[in-house]
C-alpha cells in the first residue's frame, strides 16, 4: 500500500509541475490595460467561461464582480472616476490562479505598476476512489488549513473527521485515504491566507 501511494504521489507531482509550466507561459500576454482619461480598459487576451473578474481595494473589499460568460478575448472599460484616490487591484480568478493586478488612483485616473503584480496559487483538489489528492504551489510560504467534513444521508450534522494545518513549503502534496462510515457525503475545505476553496464528494 505504502508503494502504490509512493508512486501514486509522484505521478501527481509529475502532472502538477506539468500544468504548472504551462501556466507559466500563458503569463507574458495574459492581459493589457489601456489608461484614458478616467476610463480604464482591462483585455483578458485567453479568458474562459466561469473565470471571474473583480476590483477590490486593499483590504479585500469586492467594489466591482463579474463572471465571464464567453471563452476567448475580454475586454472592458471601467469608470473608475466614482473611487476616492487609493490603491485597489484587479481581481482575475481562473483555474488554479488568481491574478492580482493592483493599480494606484489618483484624481480618477489609474496607474498601474507591472512589478507589483501577484499571482495567488489555489489548492488543487482531485479525489479517486477512497483518496483524496492535496496539491498547492506555495510561493507566499501560507500556511494551508485542511477540513475534511463527513454528513450522513438524512443528517444534517457534520462530523469533522480530518483537521490538519500544513505548514508552509513551496511546493505542497497531501494524500488522504478517507475513511469508510457508511453512505453520505464529504465536504472538503481548504483555507489558505484567507481564501477559501470547497469541494464536495
Known amino acids: 500500500m505504502n508503494n502504490i501511494l509512493k508512486n501514486t504521489k509522484k505521478g501527481f507531482l ?8 504551462v501556466s507559466f507561459a500563458d503569463v507574458p500576454a495574459f492581459y493589457n490595460v489601456n489608461v484614458d482619461a478616467n476610463n480604464t480598459t482591462l483585455t483578458l487576451n485567453y479568458a474562459k467561461v466561469g473565470s471571474s473578474v473583480s476590483i477590490k481595494d486593499v483590504h479585500g473589499s469586492i467594489l466591482y464582480t463579474e463572471t465571464i460568460k464567453m ?3 475580454y475586454k ?9 484616490d487609493g ?5 482575475v480568478d481562473k483555474d488554479l490562479e488568481i491574478e492580482e493586478i493592483p493599480f494606484t488612483l489618483n484624481s480618477g485616473v489609474a496607474v498601474f505598476n507591472k512589478n507589483d503584480e501577484k ?6 483538489i482531485r479525489v479517486s476512489n477512497d483518496l483524496v489528492y492535496i496539491s498547492k504551489l506555495n510561493f507566499d510560504n501560507e500556511d494551508l488549513n485542511v477540513n475534511i467534513y463527513f454528513t450522513k444521508n438524512n443528517s444534517m450534522n457534520s462530523e ?4 490538519e494545518t500544513i505548514k ?14 457508511g453512505k453520505g457525503s464529504y465536504n472538503i475545505v481548504l483555507n489558505s491566507a484567507g481564501r477559501i476553496v470547497e469541494k464536495k464528494i
Open 168 to 181: 508552509s513549503d513551496k511546493n505542497i502534496q497531501k494524500i488522504y485515504k478517507l475513511k469508510d462510515l
Open 87 to 91: 490603491k485597489y487591484f484587479f481581481e
Open 71 to 73: 471563452t476567448g478575448r
Open 119 to 124: 499571482v495567488v496559487y489555489k489548492p488543487f
Open 76 to 84: 472592458k472599460n471601467f469608470d473608475l472616476a466614482f473611487l476616492p
Open 160 to 163: 469533522l473527521v480530518v483537521s
Open 14 to 21: 509529475m502532472i502538477a509541475l506539468f500544468g504548472t509550466m
